[in-house]
């Protein structure tokens, strides 16, 4: 959850800034551009008000999945991260209060103000007490990573690239990465379809894909299918008022990819999809390293069924799936 002393930080930022008629109206421009362009090459921020409605109405879901992706992630000892394409620092955060060694925290973001207002809420935060957190305004495109991180976070970036851009940025991710990559983008099918490139050009570099795949094999789902996850959040007040609704809770769904330097043990299958609780049985599905697979679970399977109720789609399922094709 995202802590309470950032969340007030957001709500001071939204009442010393703008008034909420226009951060709203700024919200609904901003959606409207990420659904026309579906979300690619969306060209940037138009506005402040754009960058503080993103604040509001995106920071808590980006965040909900980057905290639902970081378990499937078996590393200890994080001890730097860097952040590409920070936005107001949301990757950067979530990593930070994963992994309490992580010392040293550095983000790049290409937005001047977005940049201002990722300094405004990072610094001093209570949680980054004692930690070393460092901010570069810098185009991804042309900047020269002088260091070296143990993790480069691209969190929601390389999607609204163009698809060179993505292979340029992700090259010098790689390069800057001691351990890993984490890649997060929109759960949708064209976020998805530019993760299988990714994916398939990390395999090329020598990466161990840790999840979400159980495998190196060429993406098991049919065409017209993608991978995605979903997370609940709770809504923040401020996040109810931006986007003017009144559930307490919204669904955000994500795809992903950990590419690591060294392989680490991984399950040995995924469970793609909501898991259907029925009376007496569970009916799982999975990937596979021998494709999507289906298994229904009944009561009297005692073990299995016990571990099949608490099971939650994106889990990964250790168990012997032959490698036969079905
Ligand atoms: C959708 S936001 C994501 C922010 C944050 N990573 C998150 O997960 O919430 C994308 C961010 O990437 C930044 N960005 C996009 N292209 C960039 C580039 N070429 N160089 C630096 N930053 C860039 C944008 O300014 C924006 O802040």
């Known amino acids: 959850m995202l802590p309470l002393s950032f969340q007030r930080r957001i709500q001071s930022l939204l009442e010393t800034t703008g008034d909420k008629p226009s951060l709203v109206a700024a919200r609904e421009q901003l959606t409207e551009r990420y659904r026309s362009k579906q979300g690619t090459e969306r060209g940037g921020f138009i506005s402040s008000s754009e960058i503080i409605a993103y604040v509001a109405a995106r920071l808590p ?3 909900a999945s980057i905290e639902a992706i970081l378990p499937h992630i078996p590393l200890k000892n994080i001890s730097s991260v860097l952040d590409l394409g920070a936005g107001p620092g949301t990757a950067a955060l979530a990593s930070a209060l994963y992994w309490p060694e992580c010392q040293k925290i550095h983000l790049i973001e290409g937005d001047a103000f977005m940049s201002e207002i990722s300094q405004s809420l990072l610094k001093g935060l209570p949680e980054l007490q004692h930690r070393q ?3 570069q305004k810098a185009n991804l495109l042309s900047v020269t990573i002088e260091a070296s991180y143990d993790l480069v ?3 929601y970036v390389l999607n609204e690239l163009a698809a060179h851009d993505q292979k340029v940025i992700l090259q010098k991710a790689w390069d800057s990465a001691e351990k890993g990559v984490i890649i997060v983008v929109p759960g949708t099918p064209i976020g998805y379809q530019h993760l299988m490139v990714l994916r398939d050009l990390l ?11 159980p495998h190196h094999e060429e993406c098991p789902l049919k065409e017209g299918d993608w991978c995605h996850f979903s ?9 109810r ?13 994500y795809s992903y990819l950990v590419a690591l330097r ?7 299958a995924r469970i793609i999809r909501k898991p259907l609780q029925r009376s007496g049985h569970v009916t799982l599905d999975f990937c596979t390293p021998g494709g999507i697979k289906r298994q229904t679970i009944s009561r009297r399977d005692k073990e299995r069924y016990r571990l099949a109720t608490k099971a939650v789609w994106g889990d990964g399922w250790d168990d012997n799936f032959t490698n036969e094709k079905e």
């Open 61 to 63: 879901a980006t965040f």
């Open 133 to 135: 957190v460092s901010f």
């Open 262 to 268: 060294e392989p680490v043990p991984r399950p040995s």
């Open 241 to 253: 008022k931006i986007k003017d609704v009144s559930l307490p809770y919204e669904d955000e769904k």
């Open 153 to 155: 976070l691209l969190s």
């Open 231 to 239: 997370t609940r959040l709770l809504r923040p007040s401020f996040h």
């Open 203 to 213: 395999i090329e570099a020598g990466a161990f894909i840790a999840a979400p795949c």
